[in-house]
């Protein structure tokens, strides 16, 4: 029986003061919000996910995105060290959550900076992005964390986007996928696919063929419907408007306990 557990964090109170980097601030409803947020954490439900809740952080504008306070690999929790200040205070209840399920904790620790966001998970490979809010001290940090369990670290450029995985995410089969005015070495993954649409580039695998996606991504839900597999879309326009993404608003932690 697959044990399959995504961590969440509902958002506060304060997110429209969320930060904004590369795009224009622009209004955010937080009673839609509210909305959006249900029917993703609805659509992980759905496809056979257990959510467990973060411990809610509402001083912190941007805690909703509670990928970037932490990242897990084959059971162990690396707790991040936001390149951007006022994130710092959300690992406190990343680091209560992944305690209560047991998961032995690393944390990144004074000067270097990782957020969760620039971290993406291939199979053995660890790509991470250096350039925006992670900087050489949280790449390094991450090696020694992640190494000695088996992961290959690669270090890639950002430049063009918040976080690496703004730029680019994975399918199931191991290709990257990106939008490529917005990735920096497209060569450096071994198979790169473009995709038609910005928010096209984030999919969150919920198992088999299956792909959560942005409803603000049609062409390329289409193109890889054509390629045989599954989008489940959803509506997340009000955390776009803060650099957020359907990969940033969840933690999959895959057979914790296999
Ligand atoms: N991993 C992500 O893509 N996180 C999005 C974070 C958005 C948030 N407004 C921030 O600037 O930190």
Same mark, same amino acid.
């Given at each position: ?135 050489? /001290? ?29 730029? !680019? ?33 984030? !999919?969150?695998?919920?198992?088999? /063929? ?49």
């Amino acid at each position: 029986m697959p044990d399959n557990k995504a961590l969440v964090r509902r958002p506060g109170p304060r997110l429209a003061e969320g930060l904004v980097t590369r795009v224009g601030r622009t209004p955010v409803d937080t009673v839609l919000a509210a909305r959006q947020w249900e029917g993703y954490v609805a659509a992980l439900h759905a496809h056979g996910w257990e959510t467990v809740e973060v411990p809610a952080a509402d001083d912190c504008p941007d805690a909703v995105f509670v990928e970037d306070a932490v990242v897990v690999f084959r059971g162990v929790a690396l707790l991040a060290r936001s390149g951007a200040v006022s994130r710092r205070p959300e690992t406190a209840g990343a680091e209560a959550a992944v305690t209560a399920l047991g998961l032995p904790v690393e944390r990144v620790r004074e000067p270097g900076t990782l957020d969760g966001g620039d971290v993406l998970k291939v199979g053995d490979t660890v790509y991470v992005g250096r350039g925006g809010r992670t900087d050489d /001290g949280g790449v390094r940090q991450l090696r020694s964390a992640f190494e000695p369990m088996g992961a290959r670290v690669v270090a890639v450029p950002v430049t063009k986007v918040l976080h690496l995985k703004s730029a !680019v995410t994975a399918l199931p089969d191991g290709t990257v996928i990106g939008y490529p005015p917005l990735v920096d070495d497209p060569s450096v993954f071994p198979r790169f696919l473009p995709v038609p649409e910005e928010p096209g580039a984030h !999919v969150v695998l919920l198992g088999g /063929g299956r792909l959560l996606m942005a409803a603000s991504a049609p062409r390329t839900a289409e193109l890889l419907t054509d390629m045989g597999y599954e989008p489940v879309s959803v509506d997340i326009g009000e955390f776009e408007k803060l650099e957020g993404c359907v990969t940033c608003l969840s933690v999959r932690l895959r057979n914790l306990y296999a």
